[in-house]
């Protein structure tokens, strides 16, 4: 399951520590997993989940390495060691899935389980200990990060239409996943069903739908966009980390005749086989990789307000409606 590094301008667990939140996240998937298993194999009694209550964490003060040896790679080791020895007790954060019916398979079980995860992750995603953003509903219904969350690697860092600052200018962006030995800038086409779309190096695409031809902004423009501006944080950080840009559609086609050399297209036709690929791939959490996200992190937009001030808001309102 990837990990959710950023959602828009969502304040996020991973802009605390980057080299935290990835292995805290591996142990707790493995702990709550192991437990939610041997649940179901005891046939212990299910239980109706709900969201969790605002966790208070178990704040330690464990001393991170990372920033000590950012940007050398001798000690690139001695980080990675650093990541592994964590404490044996695993803290829950809050997130305790539970058997909300009885599942007749594994795999259903597997499945229910990556559900409340998944919700779990846009939870880490939008919020600390002490703030939070509000989240669009829309992303716990959005098909797509799902698929990306739920069934790539554990060691793929997500970063979902994050908002960036550049030149003090917010930028959005599409969607970026920094894995362990390349950076992927992915222009999503979903716009209908089965349409087709008609590539150039014109300013406009066409776009066969049914019975109808329209036009649309040409996509492989702003993945181009979206690539030069990667390339220039991690230039301006000495980062040496591949950028490769796809331009996706699931559910439509792309003729692209005229090309382009460093753009792969992904289209209905061979979606499956790609994604099939890129989620076989069991490489480890890299040294390059954490620059790599950190640089994005680093110049990413954060919108969020105190979880203090929203219970003082309510509260208010709450008296002012009572009285």
Excluded at 271 to 279: K, L, N, P, V
Excluded at 300 to 306: D, K, L, P
């Amino acid at each position: 399951m990837a990990q959710l590094v950023k959602l828009l301008d969502y304040i996020s667990r991973y802009e605390n520590d980057l080299t935290r939140y990835p292995n805290q996240f591996l142990r707790l998937k493995r702990s709550q997993w192991n437990r939610m298993k041997i649940q179901w194999e005891t046939g212990e009694g299910h239980t109706m989940w709900e969201e969790a209550p605002e966790e208070i964490e178990k704040e330690k003060k464990k001393f991170s390495s990372f920033f000590r040896f950012f940007g050398s790679r001798e000690n690139e080791d001695e980080l990675l060691d650093n990541l592994s020895q964590e404490d044996e007790e695993v803290d829950d954060f809050g997130f305790s899935p539970n058997i909300v019916y009885t599942p007749d398979t594994i795999e259903e079980l597997r499945k229910l389980f990556l559900d409340q995860l998944f919700h779990f992750q846009i939870k880490w995603a939008s919020s600390t200990l002490m703030d939070k953003s509000r989240v669009d509903p829309k992303y716990f219904r959005d098909s797509l990060l799902r698929s990306f969350a739920q069934k790539l690697p554990d060691s793929y860092l997500l970063f979902y239409q994050p908002i960036i600052k550049l030149q003090k200018a917010p930028v959005e962006l599409d969607v970026i996943i920094v894995t362990p030995v390349e950076c992927m800038c992915i222009t999503v086409l979903e716009q209908e069903n089965l349409a087709a779309y008609v590539g150039s190096s014109d300013r406009f695409w066409g776009k066969l739908s049914k019975d109808r031809e329209s036009k649309i902004l040409n996509p492989v423009l702003s993945l181009n966009r979206m690539g030069k501006i990667i390339a220039q944080v991690f230039s301006e950080k000495d980062i040496d980390f591949p950028i490769k840009k796809y331009l996706i559609t699931r559910n439509g086609y792309i003729d692209y005749p005229m090309g382009s050399f460093d753009v792969k297209i992904i289209d209905k036709r061979n979606y499956d086989e790609w994604f099939t690929s890129i989620s076989s791939i069991t490489t480890p959490l890299k040294f390059a990789q954490f620059q790599a996200a950190q640089a994005i992190l680093d110049v990413g937009q954060t919108t969020a307000m105190s979880k203090y001030f929203e219970f003082d808001v309510e509260q208010e309102e709450d008296e002012s409606s009572s009285t």
